[in-house]
Nanobody, 115 residues
Framework: QAQLVESGGGLVQAGGSLRLSCEAS????????MAWYRQRSSKQRELVAH???????YYADSVKDRFTISRDNGKNTVYLQMDSLKPEDTAVYYC?????????WGQGTQVTVSS
């Protein structure tokens, strides 16, 4: 089993920045993929960014060139640097880990961007 704990959410004005962190603990296996998803009000959870164990990133079109995903394998931690934030980025952001034992989710952290 793996446990994920997110931190770094909060309230920010449009154009501002936030950095989310997610630390994984428990039985963390090598070769895992990590990602950030978000769920905006009354909408389905959507993929924001993904990074594999080798560090290759993928971004949703809506955040490309504004968000940066990175990971520290030694700390079992994934980060999401969010710049040029927009009100439509307001959502609960969830950390996700996929490894051979299954898929795991964090509890979510609220990001609110005011206009």
């Amino acid at each position: 089993q793996a446990q994920l704990v997110e931190s770094g959410g909060g309230l920010v004005q449009a154009g501002g920045s936030l950095r989310l962190s997610c630390e994984a603990s428990g039985s963390i296996l090598s070769g895992n993929d990590m990602a950030w998803y978000r769920q905006r009000s009354s909408k389905q959870r959507e993929l924001v960014a993904h990074i594999n164990t080798g560090g290759s990133p993928y971004y949703a079109d809506s955040v490309k060139d504004r968000f940066t995903i990175s990971r520290d394998n030694g700390k079992n931690t994934v980060y999401l640097q969010m710049d040029s934030l927009k009100p439509e980025d307001t959502a609960v952001y969830y950390c996700n880990l996929v490894q051979s034992t299954g898929m795991y989710w964090g509890q979510g952290t609220q990001v609110t961007v005011s206009s």
